[in-house]
T-cell receptor, first 110, second 109 residues
Framework: ETGVTQSPTHLIKTRGQQVTLRCSSQ?????VSWYQQALGQGPQFIFQ???????GRGNFPPRFSGLQFPNYSSELNVNALELDDSALYLCASSHGDEQYFGPGTRLTVT | RKEVEQDPGPFNVPEGATVAFNCTYS??????FFWYRQDCRKEPKLLMSVYSSGNEDGRFTAQLNRASQYISLLIRDSKLSDSATYLC??????????FGTGTSLTVIP
């Protein structure tokens, strides 16, 4: 086990709603990255947080936002949900080059 | 153009076979390289890092060719438990991971 946890494991929302996903990092890891993985695709980088500051962002619209807390846990917020937001959302913590993934939150938007 | 390209497969091989996966990347400034393994409906798990000098971990060998911008993974003596999707990863600045679409492997008894 990586020590990275995510909640909830599954979530169903309707179009237009807002959602918050949570991630607890592995102990000692100060960097958290979030990814979206659609069915049959590789994970796509959303953004990364380092010591509570955004440290890079992928090609996702502003309605995808995040936070990192002093204990290095993190949240991903998505506003105005769209059907295409249905995916597995993964967070990964790191302290150095290698990243360790949590089990993911499977979001379904109907 | 995608940062990372992989042949999605699927690769169906008998137990004991040797199988090789290749992956190309587009940005010559890419800094770090990895292979991850992902089982169905599970999270990706680090299989191995990839270095220019090549590295081996048991039945698995990874190679990096910076001049040609490709990464390879060789699996020898395939086991049923090797069945999974293998994801190629490169990083640019800031330790941002870019994944390929993954290559599906099924090892057949």
């Amino acid at each position: 086990e990586t020590g990275v946890t995510q909640s909830p494991t599954h979530l169903i929302k309707t179009r237009g709603q807002q959602v918050t996903l949570r991630c607890s990092s592995q102990s000692g890891h100060n960097t958290v990255s979030w990814y979206q993985q659609a069915l049959g695709q590789g994970p796509q980088f959303i953004f990364q947080y380092y010591r509570e500051e955004e440290n890079g962002r992928g090609n996702f619209p502003p309605r995808f936002s995040g936070l990192q807390f002093p204990n290095y846990s993190s949240e991903l917020n998505v506003n105005a949900l769209e059907l295409d937001d249905s995916a597995l959302y993964l967070c990964a913590s790191s302290h150095g080059d290698e990243q360790y993934f949590g089990p993911g939150t499977r979001l379904t938007v109907t | 153009r995608k940062e990372v390209e992989q042949d999605p497969g699927p690769f169906n091989v008998p137990e004991g076979a040797t199988v090789a996966f290749n992956c190309t990347y587009s940005n010559s400034a890419s800094q770090s390289f990895f292979w991850y393994r992902q089982d169905c409906r599970k999270e990706p798990k680090l299989l191995m890092s990839v270095y220019s000098s090549g590295n081996e971990d048991g039945r698995f060998t990874a190679q990096l060719n910076r001049a040609s911008q490709y990464i390879s993974l060789l699996i020898r003596d395939s086991k049923l438990s090797d069945s999974a999707t293998y994801l190629c990863v490169v990083t640019l600045t800031g330790n941002q991971f870019y994944f390929g679409t993954g290559t599906s492997l099924t090892v057949i008894p």
